[in-house]
């Protein structure tokens, strides 16, 4: 078995397209990756079904765990919970262990707004080195079909990253204190693209402090199929919102 049974079943972690105990050369040994799914992943599913028991967070998905918790700023473990389980997917499913080049259209789509391919990289790059701490770099989609690249702090998503008013001020896991009459939640709408780990769980164990390398060898193992789906999608969904 690959995978660890939970105690609760509410909540599972994704099948994964590759064998977690193999690694991902030459980006996650088999250790890290190991870690990072079988027991990292399993804890914070399991805290998400444990906080989750019996409310109304019980039979929602993750995302929707994260963007209706988050205004409520007594769910602030709920939220952090969800919403790490969330990015350690989508991060992990990111990632092949068959990795083919990358796609002549995800090249075209990605360097019409960032000039080139390359440039794009080095903004991503120098956006995951400037992290302090723990947190995640993302490549994003807005409601118009726009890209840019932005980092989250600790457990922070894309869908709980941005406040949607001018006066809202970023506050950890909740906004819900900015905006106590809210009848909505009050965050802007970010589709992710990509996203990449710069918590140190990720990357201390092959790498130690090497952070330039561990982006580096991210870039050698990315799906660009899965990629260029998730470009597609978000540019139709950017599409049908005129």
């Known amino acids: 078995m690959s995978q660890r049974t939970l105690v609760a079943e509410y909540h599972q972690p994704s099948i994964l397209p590759y064998n977690p105990k193999k690694g991902l050369a030459p980006f996650l040994s088999a250790p890290s990756l190991d870690f990072l799914y079988n027991m990292r992943q399993v804890q914070l599913i399991e805290n998400v079904?444990?906080?989750?028991?019996?409310?109304?967070?019980?039979?929602?998905?993750?995302?929707?765990?994260?963007?209706?918790?988050?205004?409520?700023?007594n769910k602030i473990p709920l939220t952090n919970n969800a919403s790490q389980a969330w990015n350690i997917d989508f991060f992990?499913?990111?990632?092949?262990d068959d990795p083919r080049p990358l796609r002549d259209d995800v090249r075209r789509n990605i360097?019409?707004?960032?000039?080139?391919?390359?440039?794009?990289?080095?903004?991503?790059?120098?956006?995951?080195?400037?992290?302090?701490?723990?947190?995640?770099?993302?490549?994003?989609?807005?409601?118009s079909g726009q890209l840019s690249v932005m980092n989250t702090y600790n457990a922070g998503s894309p869908f709980t990253a941005l406040p949607s008013t001018k006066n809202a001020r970023p506050k950890s896991?909740?906004?819900?204190?900015?905006?106590?009459t809210v009848s909505r939640r009050p965050f802007t709408r970010l589709t992710p693209i990509i996203g990449l780990s710069m918590w140190q769980e990720?990357?201390?164990?092959?790498?130690?402090?090497?952070?330039?390398s561990y982006i580096k060898r991210f870039w050698e193992v990315i799906n660009w199929s899965v990629v260029s789906e998730r470009l597609v999608t978000s540019r139709n969904t950017?599409?049908?919102n005129y």
């Not at 947190?135 to 409601?143: D, E």
């Not at 896991?173 to 106590?180: E, N």
């Open 111 to 143: 360097a019409e707004q960032f000039d080139t391919f390359e440039r794009f990289q080095e903004t991503f790059t120098q956006c995951a080195l400037a992290l302090f701490g723990n947190g995640w770099t993302w490549l994003v989609s807005n409601s």
């Open 238 to 240: 950017s599409q049908s």
């Open 49 to 73: 079904n444990r906080l989750s028991e019996g409310s109304e967070y019980e039979s929602k998905t993750l995302m929707h765990v994260i963007t209706d918790s988050a205004i409520d700023p």
């Open 92 to 96: 992990l499913q990111t990632l092949t």
């Open 202 to 212: 990720a990357y201390l164990p092959d790498y130690a402090l090497d952070r330039e």
């Open 173 to 180: 896991a909740s906004y819900a204190s900015i905006h106590p």
